[in-house]
Structures are given as C-alpha cells and as structure tokens.
C-alpha cells in the first residue's frame, strides 16, 4: 500500500516536473538567437520563402500559441515533426534511445564492478600501501573527466594498440537480422555471437571513458562506508564466530555500507547520461547524445523539445527506480 | 585445571604507551571470573586479547593466552579463529548495535553453527528455537524472522545472550552486558546471564564496573588500574579483606556496601599515589 502510494505521488512530481522542463526548453530555444528555417533554405531563399514555411512548421504564431499546440500534440502522442528530417520526432528519438541506454547501462556496469572491486580489496588491504595506491588511482580517474578518458582511450586503444573500435556502433558491412535497435541484448537473445562481438569491441571504449569517473565516485564512498561499518559491534561480533576478513566484508559490512552508495549512484547514473552527449559525439556512436547535438546546431526546436523531454522522463524514471531498490534493500525502510 | 589461563599478557599501543602490563589471570571451568576497574583501565582490552578482536592500532608484545592448555596466540590466525568460534563466545554491551540491522535475527544465532560447525541447517534452527525459549522468549519463530530494529533492546539482549551459547562455548566474554539498558531491564539479564551461565557449566569472564554485580555472580575477581593487575582473589576474601589500598577504596566507592545514604566517596589521592608509584615501578622494571 505504502509502496503504490510513493509511486502515485512520484508520477504526479514527476509530471509536474517535466512540465517545467517543457515550458523552460521551448521558451528557451525561442529566444536563442538563430532561424531555423533561414538554416533549412538554401541561399537566396527570399524573405518571403522563409514566412511560408515558418507559417507551415507554425513559427509565425507567438511563442504561448506555440506552446498550447505543441503540448495538445504531445498529450496525443504527437511531438511533432522534425524540421531537418522532416520526420516524426517521437519515431527518431525512439529509434536512437535504445543505443544510448545500452551505452548507459554498460557504462553503469562497468562503473560498478570496476568501483565496487576498488572498494572491496581497498578495505581488504586496509592500511596496507596497496590501499594507498588503490586511493591514488581513484583520485587520478576522479579528476579527468570522461571526454578527456574517452581522447585517453582513443589514443591508447584505437591508435597506439587498435584492440577496439572507436567509431560507430557496428561495422557497417555487417549483415543485421535485427528487429529491434537494441543490437546489444538482441544478438545476445539470438544467440549471434559474431555480432555481439562487434558490437561490443565498438562500444567498450566510449563506455569505459563514461565509467571510469564514476567508477571513481562509487569506490571512494563504498571504502568510505566499509571501513566505518567495520567498526560496529556487529561485525566484531562476526569475527568471535569464527568468520575471516572476507565473510565480515562481504556479509555484515557489505549490506549495510551500500545503501549511501546506492543513492550516490542513481544520482550519478544520471549524470552518465548527460554524458553520453559528448562521448557519443566523440566516438560517432548514433545514439540520442549525436542526435541532440545535430539537432541544437541544426535549431531543429521539435526534435530538441522532443529529445530534452525524453531525458527529463529519464532522469525522474532512474530516480525512481533507485529510490524502490534503496527500499527494499534497507529492511528499515521497507518496515516503516 | 583453568580453562582460559592469560600469562604475563603485555599490549602496547603501536608506536605508543604499554595498554596491559604484564596480566596473568585464570578462569576455571564452569567459574565466573570478574574484570574491575575504572573506565580505561583496560579490562576490554583483555577481552578482545582472549577473543582475538584486538583493533588494528594494538600490539601483542608478549604473554600466552591459553585455551585448554593450548596457547592460541601461538596459533595460525585462520586456525586460532575457527577455535574461539567454537569454543568462545562474546556476550556484547550494546544490544542496540551487536546485531546486523540488514540480517534476519534468526540466521544471526545459527550462522556459526552452520558455517563454522557445520551442523544442517535444520539442526541449527531447532537449536535456535530451544535457546531463545530458554532465554524466555515468545513466539521464537516470530521473533527470529524479525530484523533487529523490529525488537526492544531487552530483547536483542536476550537474543546475543542465546546466539552466544549457540555451541556450548566453554568460555563467554560479557564485556558490561547490562550497562546499555535500562535499569528495570539489567536486573534480569543479569539473572538471566547468570542462570544460563549455572545450566550450561560455561565459564565467564565478566567485565563490570559494579562491585555490586560482583559480589552476585563472581566466584573470582581481578581487579585492574592502568593494565596491571592489582588484586586477583576469590570474591569472599575481597569483600571481606581487601588486600590492596586501592581494593580498599573502590570497595568504600561502592555505597551498597558502606553505607547506601552515603554519597560516594572517591578514591583518595594517596591511594592514587601509592597505585602509580606501583605502576611506574612496574614500568621501571620492564625497562631494565
Ligand atoms: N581502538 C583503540 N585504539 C587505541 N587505543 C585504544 C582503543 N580502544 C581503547 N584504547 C585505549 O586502551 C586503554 C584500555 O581501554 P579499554 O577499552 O580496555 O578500557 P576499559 O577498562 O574497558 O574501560 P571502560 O570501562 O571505559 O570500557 C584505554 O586507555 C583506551 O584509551
Ligand atoms: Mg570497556
């Protein structure tokens, strides 16, 4: 019952949140000076040529009117139509967002395993130098941002010693029996290896770069928590038992230090996909970030509202899904 | 023959000051041994010497800890672990932080018999069932489904005081089992502590700063100041004829055991020197 009633009350906030987020953005690229019409024409187009078609894509009216048609559209699934492509904002957005959430979520992994692994064997080595060198190679990644690891990585890993690709999501020779854009999960699902293959080696660089800081951040706080909670009386009292360094760890420690971590990382998540704007520019990787960016340089104001919009909806999706895990996790709060 | 015999047990701070100069003590099968003295006097200290949780910042300079004739402190450490999980247990002080907030009371009694002992798990259970009735608990089924921040601190005690004798240790720490609770409730863990300890023929070593608890539960008592051993003699011949100046004075300290109208009295400053002087001459000694 408490459960469905913070998810009602999470999908109104949310609601009214994206509301703002809409009403911002489109006053926003309004008043931003550049036309987008005037961008589309080729040169020589006449003033004239460009009032037909502002009227046509409704850019003459005034920016409420604007405004009032724009959400009447997207409350019937209608996000208009893209002045560059002259396509369906909603169909392109939806066709890049499963690239950039397979580029997220790989990320994410990455993040956690790499943080998650610095944590544990730095509480494990504990005042030994290895903890100090563990301390200073989460200090080095904490301090580079992701562009910079991704020009790091490129350097190392596709020019100095080419072990992966740095460009794109798939080598564009490849057959794809694909019917969904998820290429990831669904070459696993068919069981193609080959193409799992590829796709992996294109996106591990690009995902790597957006890991490291995080992977970073989470480390840092999971030692944090770890070597606090291996203090309590609890775990003192594991160790009377008979249990070694590993089981206090990963048994009595581990369950309790997470939950901080847990929080930091639903926060951070969201931040990786903000990421994901200029690692994706960076690799040529054709996800939403690469749309975003044509989409802000082309002044394509649909498909700008349509992508800002969606990674809004994201954001508050993350958060929510994070604040439900932190619940069930923490046997305290599912009691409450 | 003692059970648990502390020879010439010496802790130092790393890089700093000496914590135990120098203790021996012996606990028989089956005795209550008491640990007095003031706060910082190191009496935990000797505790977490016997069950191998000394913090990382303490040294073993030198001494034996024998269990049963073995010395564990000669031991490989896995080994010497997996001995104290069998054959010690740790009665905590504060029931509201010795249990896993994130564990279900239940697997928090019978994981040392299931991963330490190897017993089934079915075994491990029934067992939990019969202690927690016997620390007189309903409902031990509910309660060791619960998590611990669903029970009272009275209770979360009584459930350490169960998990401890889980395997039949031959020898339970109680490190001021009662001094976190409320004054109703420690008349009764005390009992309790007390009543468990006669059925099951365990030895203890009770650490306290309550003479009064002394004179109920103990059969032997040491007494500490600054990690040395002032006194260590049979309750009867303490209460009644102190050796030490300083037993003298934590006795008068006591009210009970004056007179109860009577405001505490510290210990005098001369008694204070006269400790010192003993310490430092200890210290002398330890130098050459
Ligand atoms: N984790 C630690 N690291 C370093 N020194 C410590 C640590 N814990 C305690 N000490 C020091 O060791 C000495 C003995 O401490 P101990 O805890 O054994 O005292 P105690 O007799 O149990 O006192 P209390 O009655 O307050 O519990 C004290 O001087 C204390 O400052
Ligand atoms: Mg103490």
Same mark, same amino acid.
């Given at each position: 019952?408490?459960?469905?009633?913070?998810?009602?009350?999470?999908?109104?906030?949310?609601?009214?949140?994206?509301?703002?987020?809409?009403?911002?953005?489109?006053?926003?690229?309004?008043?931003?000076?550049?036309?987008?019409? !005037?961008?589309?024409?080729?040169?020589?187009?006449?003033?004239?040529? =460009?009032?037909?078609?502002?009227?046509?894509?409704?850019?003459?009216?005034?920016?409420?009117?604007?405004?009032?048609?724009?959400?009447?559209?997207?409350?019937?699934?209608?996000?208009?139509?893209?002045?560059?492509?002259?396509?369906?904002?909603?169909?392109?957005?939806?066709?890049?967002?499963?690239?950039?959430?397979?580029?997220?979520?790989? !990320?994410?992994?990455?993040?956690?395993?790499?943080?998650?692994?610095?944590?544990?064997?730095?509480?494990?080595?504990?005042?030994?130098?290895?903890?100090?060198?563990?301390?200073?190679?989460?200090?080095?990644? /904490?301090?580079?941002?992701?562009?910079?690891?991704?020009?790091?990585?490129?350097?190392?890993?596709?020019?100095?010693?080419?072990? *992966?690709?740095?460009?794109?999501?798939?080598?564009?020779?490849?057959?794809?029996? *694909?019917?969904?854009?998820?290429?990831?999960?669904?070459?696993?699902?068919?069981?193609?290896?080959?193409?799992?293959?590829?796709?992996?080696?294109?996106?591990?660089?690009?995902?790597?770069?957006? !890991?490291?800081?995080?992977?970073?951040?989470?480390?840092?706080?999971?030692?944090?928590? /770890?070597?606090?909670?291996?203090?309590?009386?609890?775990?003192?009292?594991?160790?009377?038992?008979?249990?070694?360094?590993?089981?206090? =760890?990963?048994?009595?420690?581990?369950?309790?230090?997470?939950?901080?971590?847990?929080?930091?990382?639903?926060?951070?998540?969201?931040?990786?996909?903000?990421?994901?704007? =200029?690692?994706?520019?960076?690799?040529?990787?054709?996800?939403?970030?690469?749309?975003?960016?044509?989409?802000?340089?082309?002044?394509?104001?649909?498909?700008?509202?349509?992508?800002?919009?969606?990674?809004?909806?994201?954001?508050?999706?993350?958060?929510?899904?994070?604040?439900?895990?932190?619940?069930?996790?923490?046997?305290?709060?599912?009691? !409450? | 023959?003692?059970?648990?015999?502390?020879?010439?047990?010496?802790?130092?701070?790393?890089?700093?000051?000496?914590?135990?100069?120098?203790?021996?003590?012996?606990?028989?099968?089956?005795?209550?041994?008491?640990?007095?003295?003031?706060?910082?006097?190191?009496?935990?200290?000797?505790?977490?010497?016997?069950?191998?949780?000394?913090?990382?910042? #303490?040294?073993?300079?030198?001494?034996?800890?024998?269990?049963?004739?073995?010395?564990?402190?000669?031991?490989?450490?896995?080994?010497?672990?997996?001995?104290?999980?069998?054959?010690?247990?740790?009665?905590?002080?504060?029931?509201?932080?010795?249990?896993?907030?994130?564990?279900?009371?239940?697997?928090?009694?019978?994981?040392?018999?299931?991963?330490?002992?190897?017993?089934?798990?079915?075994?491990?259970?029934?067992?939990?069932?019969?202690?927690?009735?016997?620390?007189?608990?309903?409902?031990?089924?509910?309660?060791?489904?619960?998590?611990?921040?669903?029970?009272?601190?009275?209770?979360?005690?009584?459930?350490?005081?169960?998990?401890?004798?889980?395997?039949?240790?031959?020898?339970?720490?109680?490190?001021?089992?009662?001094?976190?609770?409320?004054?109703?409730?420690?008349?009764?863990?005390?009992?309790?502590?007390?009543?468990?300890?006669?059925?099951?023929?365990?030895?203890?070593?009770?650490?306290?700063?309550?003479?009064?608890? #002394?004179?109920?539960?103990?059969?032997?008592?040491?007494?500490?100041?600054?990690?040395?051993?002032?006194?260590?003699?049979?309750?009867?011949?303490?209460?009644?004829?102190?050796?030490?100046?300083?037993?003298?004075?934590?006795?008068?300290?006591?009210?009970?055991?004056?007179?109860?109208?009577?405001?505490?009295?510290?210990?005098?400053?001369?008694?204070?020197?006269?400790?010192?002087?003993?310490?430092?001459?200890?210290?002398?000694?330890?130098?050459?």
């Amino acid at each position: 019952m408490q459960l469905l009633q913070t998810i009602f009350l999470r999908l109104i906030t949310t609601a009214v949140t994206l509301f703002g987020v809409a009403v911002i953005v489109f006053v926003v690229i309004r008043i931003v000076p550049g036309n987008p019409i !005037a961008m589309m024409l080729p040169p020589g187009a006449t003033e004239a040529d =460009i009032a037909r078609l502002s009227a046509l894509y409704g850019l003459d009216k005034s920016i409420p009117e604007q405004f009032a048609i724009w959400s009447g559209g997207v409350l019937r699934g209608d996000f208009g139509t893209s002045i560059t492509t002259r396509q369906p904002v909603l169909g392109l957005v939806l066709g890049r967002l499963p690239a950039t959430l397979e580029l997220a979520i790989m !990320a994410l992994v990455m993040a956690v395993l790499i943080g998650g692994v610095m944590a544990l064997t730095g509480t494990r080595l504990r005042g030994t130098r290895s903890e100090g060198a563990i301390d200073v190679a989460n200090g080095m990644a /904490l301090s580079i941002p992701d562009f910079l690891w991704g020009l790091v990585l490129i350097l190392a890993f596709g020019v100095l010693l080419p072990v *992966f690709h740095i460009s794109g999501r798939i080598t564009p020779s490849l057959q794809l029996p *694909f019917s969904t854009n998820f290429y990831l999960f669904e070459s696993l699902v068919r069981l193609r290896f080959d193409l799992w293959a590829d796709i992996v080696s294109h996106m591990f660089l690009p995902a790597l770069a957006l !890991a490291i800081p995080l992977s970073a951040v989470i480390g840092q706080l999971l030692k944090q928590s /770890l070597k606090e909670t291996m203090h309590l009386d609890y775990v003192t009292l594991s160790r009377t038992k008979g249990y070694g360094e590993n089981h206090v =760890i990963l048994h009595e420690a581990l369950p309790n230090a997470i939950l901080p971590t847990l929080t930091l990382i639903g926060v951070q998540f969201t931040f990786l996909i903000g990421g994901t704007v =200029i690692i994706e520019r960076l690799f040529s990787y054709e996800g939403l970030g690469n749309l975003a960016i044509d989409a802000v340089i082309n002044r394509d104001l649909p498909l700008i509202q349509g992508i800002v919009i969606l990674f809004a909806a994201i954001f508050t999706v993350v958060n929510l899904v994070v604040d439900l895990l932190y619940a069930t996790l923490n046997p305290r709060l599912r009691h !409450a | 023959m003692s059970y648990l015999s502390i020879r010439d047990l010496e802790l130092r701070l790393k890089g700093g000051g000496r914590l135990l100069r120098r203790v021996s003590l012996e606990v028989a099968r089956g005795e209550v041994h008491g640990l007095v003295g003031e706060s910082g006097a190191g009496k935990s200290m000797i505790g977490k010497a016997v069950l191998g949780t000394l913090p990382r910042s #303490v040294e073993i300079v030198s001494g034996q800890i024998l269990l049963d004739g073995t010395d564990v402190l000669a031991m490989h450490p896995a080994a010497r672990r997996r001995l104290i999980g069998a054959t010690c247990a740790l009665i905590p002080q504060d029931p509201l932080t010795a249990l896993n907030p994130a564990h279900r009371v239940g697997p928090q009694i019978t994981d040392r018999l299931v991963d330490i002992l190897r017993w089934p798990r079915a075994k491990a259970e029934a067992r939990a069932r019969e202690l927690l009735a016997e620390v007189q608990i309903a409902e031990p089924e509910r309660v060791m489904r619960s998590y611990p921040h669903e029970l009272s601190g009275g209770m979360r005690q009584r459930i350490l005081i169960a998990s401890a004798f889980a395997a039949e240790p031959k020898l339970i720490v109680a490190d001021e089992p009662t001094t976190a609770l409320d004054v109703t409730v420690q008349k009764q863990i005390l009992k309790l502590i007390k009543a468990m300890q006669e059925r099951h023929g365990t030895a203890l070593l009770f650490v306290t700063h309550d003479l009064g608890v #002394v004179s109920k539960i103990c059969q032997r008592l040491s007494v500490l100041y600054a990690g040395m051993v002032v006194e260590d003699t049979d309750v009867r011949t303490f209460f009644r004829a102190p050796r030490h100046p300083y037993s003298r004075a934590l006795l008068a300290a006591t009210p009970k055991y004056t007179d109860p109208t009577h405001s505490l009295t510290p210990v005098p400053e001369a008694v204070i020197a006269t400790v010192r002087a003993e310490v430092a001459e200890a210290d002398r000694r330890a130098g050459a």
